[in-house]
């Protein structure tokens, strides 16, 4: 059973556009909530992350936006550019420093973002 | 050179083969991971390792063994391949004081049964 559900799992925006991409979880353990970007050949690579204390957090040209209520957030890509092609993931982590569960990752499903020119 | 380093990049085997993928790490972190990406499916553990003498399964660790050599070293074996493991393979590390900022994936191995 996935506990972090992604979506949509491909998205094709327009250069210039907004992207925005959805995931929900379930276990209320998580309590840090990062995103991952992922080029063909590579590993994932952390782009921004965000703790439930807050609803939004940005860095240049994306933000994560949390509904701690909904149990929610999302990633939003503005001015997308034909670099930012590559497949994104959610993921969620009970960040709690000496449990057995610090520091293991559950990621969403990952969603293929394509920017056309 | 990488931080996390994965071999072999790709590999073909047979059903029922015996195959190792390793890696190894400069990071100097305790923590190693094993992960499996399948598409649709995004990345699920295999084993996690928080030091040498601490070794755990992750939610799909039927089938696979591991080995933590030395805390820079952190193998994965699949002791009989089955075609339903083929898939790109991750090995990660992180350093407990730094949360997910410390959080480093190696390239990936790409695995194919046949």
């Known amino acids: 059973q996935q506990q972090v559900k992604q979506s949509p799992q491909s998205l094709i925006v327009q250069k210039g556009g907004i992207s925005i991409i959805n995931c929900a979880y379930e276990?209320?353990?998580?309590?840090?909530f990062p995103w991952y970007q992922q080029f063909p050949g590579k590993g994932p690579a952390l782009l921004i992350a965000?703790?439930?204390?807050?609803s939004e957090k940005k860095e240049g040209r994306f933000t994560i936006s949390f509904n701690k209520s909904a149990k929610q957030f999302s990633l939003h890509i503005m001015d997308s550019q034909p670099g930012d092609s590559a497949t994104y993931f959610c993921?969620?982590?009970?960040?709690?420093?000496?449990?057995?569960?610090?520091?293991?990752?559950?990621f969403g499903q990952g969603t293929i973002l394509t920017v056309h020119p | 050179d990488a931080d996390v380093t994965q071999t072999p990049r790709n590999r073909i085997t047979k059903t029922g083969k015996r195959i190792m993928l390793e890696c190894s790490q400069t990071?100097?972190?305790?923590?190693m991971y094993w992960y499996r990406q399948d598409p649709g499916l995004g990345l699920r553990l295999i084993y996690y390792?928080?030091?040498?003498?601490?070794?755990n399964k992750g939610e799909i660790s039927d089938g696979y063994s591991v080995s933590r050599q030395a805390q820079a070293k952190f193998s994965l074996s699949l002791e009989s391949a089955i075609p339903n493991q083929t898939a790109l393979y991750f090995c990660?590390?992180?350093?407990?004081?730094?949360?997910?900022?410390?959080?480093?994936f190696g390239s990936g191995t790409r695995l194919t049964v046949v």
């Open positions: 990071k100097g972190h305790d923590r």
């Open positions: 390792s928080f030091d040498v003498k601490d070794i």
């Open positions: 990660a590390t992180s350093d407990l004081n730094r949360g997910v900022y410390g959080y480093t």
């Open positions: 965000i703790r439930p204390d807050v």
């Open positions: 993921a969620a982590t009970p960040n709690h420093a000496g449990g057995t569960s610090y520091g293991k990752l559950t």
């Open positions: 276990n209320t353990a998580f309590d840090y």
